[in-house]
């Protein structure tokens, strides 16, 4: 049953992926509203002051597909709480470094990953007075980016009164591919920090 069950799963999302890539093929859309980037129009920015692009592009629009499904592997408290959530951060700690002067910014997911962790600690117990007042930041910013990109998959109305310890997988959704923006973070990260003499490790 287990294994008709899990072929069942892989099979939907394959099928999700194929009409993912079916979608993104023919579907007629504005050129201006990329998923990771703006428009591919050649602007060139000097990225000092104001000059600089509102999205970071990538060059990537991809989608993947995403079983929202309860885990394990990222625990709220224990010995290696921190350090699982920590993997969630990139190479650069979510910043990129952009133009000639190399200017630091922050990604917006992964700003929102940077919270997320900020609250498992507040939650384990890391709770002190400089903890409240970016704790007050994150869940707005967090409220926020949750109205900024609405996910309008439908998920049936039992969270009172499923067991979530035996139903463990959700629906699935449609996402835009976030290891393509770990993968940017990274390269970005590694010619920063060849450039640095810096570790590409960190």
């Known amino acids: 049953m287990f294994l008709r069950s899990r072929m069942i799963l892989l099979a939907l999302v394959s099928l999700l992926s194929c009409l993912a ?3 993104n093929l023919f579907l007629i ?8 980037g703006h428009s591919l129009l050649g602007i060139e920015h000097t990225y000092i002051g104001d000059d600089y692009p509102e999205l970071w592009d990538i060059n990537s629009d991809s989608r993947v597909a995403m079983l929202v499904e309860e885990t394990r592997f990222y625990p709220i408290e224990g010995g290696d709480a921190q350090e699982l959530w920590a993997t969630s951060s990139p190479k650069g700690f979510g910043y990129v470094r952009l133009g000639a002067e190399e200017r630091a910014f922050a990604v917006s997911m992964f700003h929102q990953l940077h919270c997320t962790r900020l609250m498992r600690a507040a939650l384990a117990g890391s709770y002190d007075t400089s903890a409240k007042a970016h704790m007050q930041h994150c869940l707005n910013y967090i409220r926020q980016m949750t109205l900024c990109s609405p996910d309008l998959t439908l998920e049936p109305a039992n969270v009172l009164s499923r067991n ?6 959700g629906a699935i959704h449609v996402c835009a591919d976030w290891s393509a923006l770990y993968t940017a973070a990274a390269e970005n990260w590694g010619v920063f920090a060849e450039g640095k003499n810096l570790s590409s490790t960190q």
Not at 29 to 36: K, T
Not at 164 to 169: D, I, L, T, W, Y
Request: aromatic share 18%.
């Open 21 to 23: 890539a079916f979608v």
């Open 29 to 36: 859309r504005d050129p201006s509203s990329q998923v990771f």
């Open 164 to 169: 979530f310890e035996m139903e463990r997988a």
